[in-house]
């Protein structure tokens, strides 16, 4: 006779277990539990009009500048109160467990891995506490860094701060829907999801690709598939488990050894 399937945790463990290379991507929902309002969170306060999708644009920040640097402004400033949560912590305390098993892809653009400790966390959407210049200088050709007058950090300050000579604008350093995201880490992001023997999928709805996508290539190149979430998302098709919940709730405890 044979037993009773394990209950899901049970099997995901197991996996979590034998896996020899794991990829875990997430999503603005293992933020949620920090404080941090997911992007598809209705908005509030000054925003309570705006959709993030409509503000997360090139077009966006072209047309009105000021609304969409104030908008990141206010979530700099929000994040500047929140800490990492206890999924944070346990992906990184994984990683420090057992170097060199766990790749972490995030589309978060909030820091809070980094903070927890995760080490060589791959951030396909950017980081929103870095800027750039939105145009290359139209100077230099260039996007700064290498000449003092391209550096964004001496631009004028404003809203956004401004290139005194040509007046090109400062930008937070995101990924934009309809931009390109950044090559390297899409490319090792690619090859984590298609080497990876089990691939958690945390806190995301799964809508926004080239990120998505990742789940269905782990699956198709041969890996388990675990979704996280309290929610149904668009990845659940591809998942052989879901475990439904939160991920300050059962990463710890996929997690723990
Ligand atoms: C919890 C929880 C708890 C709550 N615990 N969970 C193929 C088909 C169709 C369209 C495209 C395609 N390929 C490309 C596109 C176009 C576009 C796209 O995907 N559009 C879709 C909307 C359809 N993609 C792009 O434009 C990308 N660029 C690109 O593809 O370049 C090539 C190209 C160019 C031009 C044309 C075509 C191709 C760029 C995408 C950049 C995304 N950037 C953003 C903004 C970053 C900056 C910022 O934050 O302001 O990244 S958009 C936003 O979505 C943000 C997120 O990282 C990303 C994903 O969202 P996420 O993390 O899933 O959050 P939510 O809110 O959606 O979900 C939260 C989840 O958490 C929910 O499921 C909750 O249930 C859950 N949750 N509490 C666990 N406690």
Same mark, same amino acid.
């Given at each position: 006779?044979?037993?009773? &399937? ?77 800490? &990492? ?74 809203? &956004?701060?401004? =290139?005194?000579? =040509? ?42 690709? &080239? ?47």
């Amino acid at each position: 006779m044979t037993g009773a &399937p394990p209950a899901p945790l049970e099997q995901a463990r197991q996996w979590v277990r034998q896996a020899r290379r794991i990829a875990v991507l997430t999503g603005a929902g293992v933020s949620a539990e920090s404080g941090v309002p997911t992007f598809r969170d209705v908005q509030v306060g000054l925003w309570a009009n705006f959709r993030a999708e409509d503000l997360a644009t090139p077009e966006a920040f072209r047309a009105h500048p000021q609304r969409v640097w104030d908008w990141y402004a206010a979530r700099r400033a929000q994040l500047a109160q929140v800490q &990492p949560n206890a999924g944070h912590v346990a992906l990184a305390e994984f990683q420090r467990r057992h170097p060199g098993r766990l790749t972490l892809i995030t589309q978060n653009v909030d820091g809070l891995h980094q903070k927890a400790g995760s080490m060589g966390v791959l951030a396909l959407h950017g980081n929103l506490s870095e800027n750039r210049w939105l145009d290359p200088c139209l100077k230099t050709g260039l996007y700064g860094q290498t000449v003092r007058s391209c550096d964004p950090a001496q631009a004028v300050p404003g809203h &956004p701060p401004h =290139c005194a000579e =040509c007046h090109n604008l400062v930008r937070p350093d995101v990924v934009w829907f309809g931009e390109m995201l950044p090559e390297d880490v899409l490319a090792a992001a690619h090859h984590a999801a298609s080497a990876c023997e089990l691939m958690l999928v945390a806190g995301t709805s799964g809508m926004v690709y &080239p990120a998505a996508g990742l789940a269905h290539l782990a699956r198709q190149s041969g890996a388990r598939v675990v979704v996280l979430n309290p929610e149904p998302t668009d990845l659940d098709e591809t998942a052989h488990v879901r475990l439904t919940g939160t991920s300050a709730q059962w990463l710890p405890l996929l997690l723990a050894d």
